[in-house]
């Protein structure tokens, strides 16, 4: 009797053991599911937020909303009716909310799935995830290669700033005081040294697409460095770069750029000339370089002004050699220029008097690496420039502000780099993407998403 209540007491503690570890099992499995299930609503989200920028006419369809205000809500269950259904008797659905649905700022999406199990006694299993959204922009991030980017001089700097920090629309300058650790450099080039820092402070992020560390090449006067960087003297090999700041697996698009239609011909502008008119747009093309000379020389650009400067590979675009000429995007107004040709541009360069580097708009149309920009002197340039089969060269002891895109840079002398934070957004009709995602695992978290979105509960 004592042997049978012993195999009895064993097979019973093992047949225990058996059902925790099936269910213990089980309840990971559909762990996954749930966040899958998540997922799942994110997709949902994302979906509905890019087919209202493709198609103007989208209304959400299944989705409520508290209004069309710029900052409007919108929510939904996935399945709108019932639960989704899986093996073992077990149901599941999904909450999204979705914050600024409208697009007008950044939106946020939350989304919470709650997965039932067969069983009475089986307690729900529930996944909360946040993304947070940033529109797909040619400029997000501040300097761009395909294949090398060079900082040749002793005292070259990259840094950012957001010119939209008291919201879309407004204008904030560069300035000590609203700078910033975001100003990103990359080349997705496999090639070794294909980004060199050497003795330039970059006070952002510096990124490649091989497997060499890019800080092997700072110099004694260089450094890689953010605001809330500590030196660790266990992981640092120099005090000066803090490799969370540095990448191996650095991407990028870069889609040609072709020329606008609908354009009307006018003759090239001269010293003393004025293109465009203030509250008005202009799509006009020329067939010969801009060429200016001498002092005091300028053309001047007013209104929505899109120029193309039809001109062959090789030859030259644009052309200031004056030591105080130039071009000047006048107040309230814009300029984008769309050409396969050269440009050089010394003495005072480009003049935005918007100060937005959004309203200086170049691209490079060249399909062959034959194209060369050069941007000189000690003025200011506010502008962004997306030429992916040009070598830009930025020499002097001038600042740019803005954003570039090309095949090589390079930054001589003492040339100040300045990345607009909002350019990421830019672009009219550019999709929307993952900026940020993680996934609410604590109390704190998940009370503060009720907190915001209610219908999350």
């Known amino acids: 009797m004592i042997l049978s209540a012993v195999v009895a007491i064993s097979l019973t503690s093992y047949i225990r053991l058996g059902v925790s570890s099936q269910r213990i099992s089980n309840r990971a499995l559909y762990n996954n599911a749930a966040m899958n299930l998540a997922e799942n609503g994110l997709e949902e989200a994302m979906y509905s937020i890019n087919k209202m920028i493709a198609d103007e006419d989208y209304k959400w369809t299944g989705w409520q909303n508290d209004g069309a205000g710029v900052n409007s809500n919108a929510w939904s269950r996935f399945p709108t009716t019932g639960d989704y259904t899986f093996d073992q008797n077990t149901s599941g659905f999904v909450r999204v909310y979705v914050k600024n649905y409208l697009g007008v700022s950044a939106p946020t999406i939350i989304t919470r799935s709650t997965i039932t199990m067969g069983g009475a006694t089986s307690a729900p299993i529930e996944k909360w995830v946040e993304v947070t959204l940033a529109k797909a922009s040619k400029f997000a991030n501040g300097l761009v290669a395909k294949k090398s980017i060079l900082f040749n001089g002793n005292n070259a700097t990259v840094d950012s700033w957001n010119s939209e920090e008291a919201g879309a629309g407004t204008f904030t300058p560069f300035s000590d005081a609203v700078k910033n650790d975001k100003g990103s450099v990359g080349s997705v080039s496999v090639a070794v040294d294909s ?158 008097a918007t100060g937005a580097p959004k309203n200086l708009q170049i691209y490079g149309t060249s399909t062959s690496t034959s194209q060369d920009f050069k941007v000189a002197g000690g003025g200011t340039f506010s502008g962004v420039v997306y030429a992916p089969n040009a070598s830009v060269t930025m020499n002097g002891s001038g600042s740019m502000h803005g954003s570039v895109v090309a095949n090589n840079i390079t930054l001589t002398g003492n040339a100040n780099f300045h990345y607009d934070e909002s350019l990421g957004n830019m672009g009219e009709g550019n999709p929307f993407r993952v900026a940020k995602w993680r996934e609410l695992t604590s109390a704190a978290d998940r009370k503060t998403a009720v907190d915001s979105a209610s219908y999350l509960k």
């Open 195 to 352: 980004v060199l820092v050497k003795n330039a402070d970059v006070w952002g992020y510096v990124s490649t697409n091989n497997a060499q560390d890019p800080t092997n090449n700072v110099g004694a006067n260089g450094s890689v460095l953010g605001k809330d960087s500590t030196y660790d003297p266990s992981t640092w090999t120099t005090s000066k770069v803090d490799p969370s700041r540095v990448s191996t697996q650095f991407s990028a698009n870069f889609d040609p750029v072709t020329n606008p239609t609908g354009t009307t011909d006018i003759a090239v502008p001269v010293a003393g000339d004025t293109v465009g008119t203030l509250g008005t747009k202009s799509v006009v093309r020329i067939t010969s370089g801009i060429s200016l000379a001498g002092s005091n020389n300028f053309v001047t650009f007013e209104g929505d002004v899109t120029l193309v400067i039809d001109v062959t590979e090789g030859s030259q675009a644009m052309k200031v050699t004056g030591s105080t000429s130039g071009f000047k995007i006048a107040a309230g107004s814009s300029l984008k220029i769309y050409t396969k040709g050269n440009m050089d541009i010394a003495g005072q360069g480009f003049l935005n």
